[in-house]
């Protein structure tokens, strides 16, 4: 029965909003998110999330909204300032912002909220989780395959459980192809600095890392212009930033920050909204690699579609914390 609901919350908000809208005006809905530190600008996080403001604009018809945070004591009054103005979704940015989303939604019970990568709890928020592990597994595997050195890199922004995902399924990733690969891991203790970024890649890249996974933020711009200046590769994260670096950035680990902003909106539009727990990864497309700029090896490419089919069945298990990591035992392919 558990795996029906889960089934049922998947089908509310990853499947297209159908059915008649009825009255609604969404002319005078307006739809509206808090960033994070990072602000807009990112080419990450933030930026997907307003981009699925966008294509709600052009979808229903709304209004969209942003109020940019510079510093974690602005969380709270932005997205007060929203609820007060009866913003018809309220939507916050990142883990480091649950705590503010949750004393918010508590504040307004009335008012709907999004919490993108967290959980509160909270009969008035849905809680948006993404299955990044398995989505950094496969640009593990792809690191591993590419790299001649037999050294790799990761760098996050700030150590949170959403970077610490990453991290885990990355190098167990890298590990099913090499056992022995020596990963090189820093964090930069902020999402928002370029500079920082760029000061934890460097080293690892004069260490003999080959490839370095950025999972950061805008931090992570300081780290793919690391990986121009040493001309080695670098993995983006959240949207595919190939763009940033065409012959830099051998794939980037794509969340579909953007599918689960748009298909929030449209369940306010239908008047279906539910606060809860929605979880998505490879299966329901939410988390995948991205393939522009043609970098893959086309044997590595065929390598890592069959770890993928392999994850999306269940066969194999991407650790998803430090301690399934420690406990991880590569399969044999």
Known sequence: ?????????????????????????????VMAMVTNQ?????????DAAWEGLAQAVAKYGIERKVLESREQAQYVPNLSTLAEQKASLIIGVGFMIKDAVAEAAKMFPKS???????????????????????????????????????????????????????????????????PNIKVLTSYAGSFADPAKGEEMAIPQYDQGADVIFQVAG???LG??????????????????QNYLAPANVLTSMVKRVDTAVLNACGMVVAGNFKGGAYFYGLKEGAVDFATTGNLIPPDVLAFTNM???????????????????????????
């Open 1 to 29: 029965m558990k795996n029906v609901f889960k089934a049922i919350a998947l089908v509310l908000l990853f499947a297209l909003v159908a059915g008649n809208l009825g009255a609604a005006d969404t002319k005078k809905m």
């Open 38 to 46: 990072s602000g807009l600008g990112d080419q990450s996080f933030n």
């Open 112 to 178: 709907n909220f999004v919490l993108v990568d967290g959980a509160t709890n909270l009969p008035n928020v849905a809680d948006i989780s993404f299955k990044e592990n398995e989505g950094a597994f496969l640009v593990g595997v792809i690191a591993a395959k590419v790299s001649k050195t037999g050294t790799i890199g990761f760098v996050g922004g700030v150590s949170t459980p959403v970077t610490n995902r990453m991290e885990s399924g990355y190098k167990a990733g890298a590990l099913t192809v090499n």
């Open 218 to 220: 805008q931090t992570g």
């Open 223 to 240: 780290v793919i212009n690391a990986a121009k200046k040493k001309g080695k590769f670098v993995i983006g994260i959240d949207r595919d």
């Open 307 to 333: 770890v993928k089919a392999k994850v999306m069945s269940g066969e194999i298990k991407a650790p998803a914390t430090y301690a399934e990591l420690a406990a991880f035992t590569p399969p044999k392919l």
